[in-house]
Nanobody, 129 residues
Framework: QVQLVESGGALVQAGGSLRLSCAAA????????MAWFRQAPGKEREFVSG???????????DYEDSVRGRFTISRDNAKDTVYLQMNFLKTEDTAVYYC???????????????????WGQGTQVTVSS
């Protein structure tokens, strides 16, 4: 079993920055695919960013188009933690952000929520104008 705990959500003004953290505990592995999804009120959960560790050497990253260039995903394997640095936040970034993990999700399927076995409880990000 794997437990994921997100933190770092807050109320911030448009143009500001936040860093979300996702701490993993339990039967984790550095080879897990990790991702961030978000869900705004009345909308479906959507992929934000993911990191896939492949071939034992390389982290493959991907971003949803609307956050590319503003958000950066990273992982600290020693701390079993994944981060999402969010810069130049916009009001449309307002959502509950969820961390997800899976031991077998492939890079090609990283954007599909159905690929992930483990989920955190979510952290609220609110961007005001």
């Amino acid at each position: 079993q794997v437990q994921l705990v997100e933190s770092g959500g807050a109320l911030v003004q448009a143009g500001g920055s936040l860093r979300l953290s996702c701490a993993a505990a339990g039967r984790t592995s550095n080879s897990f695919t990790m991702a961030w999804f978000r869900q705004a009120p009345g909308k479906e959960r959507e992929f934000v960013s993911g990191i896939n560790w492949s071939a034992g050497t390389t982290n493959y990253l991907d971003y949803e188009d609307s956050v590319r260039g503003r958000f950066t995903i990273s992982r600290d394997n020693a701390k079993d933690t994944v981060y999402l640095q969010m810069n130049f936040l916009k009001t449309e970034d307002t959502a509950v952000y969820y961390c997800a993990a899976d031991p077998a999700a492939l890079y090609a399927a990283m954007k599909r929520a159905s690929e992930y076995e483990y989920w955190g409880q979510g952290t609220q990000v609110t961007v005001s104008s």
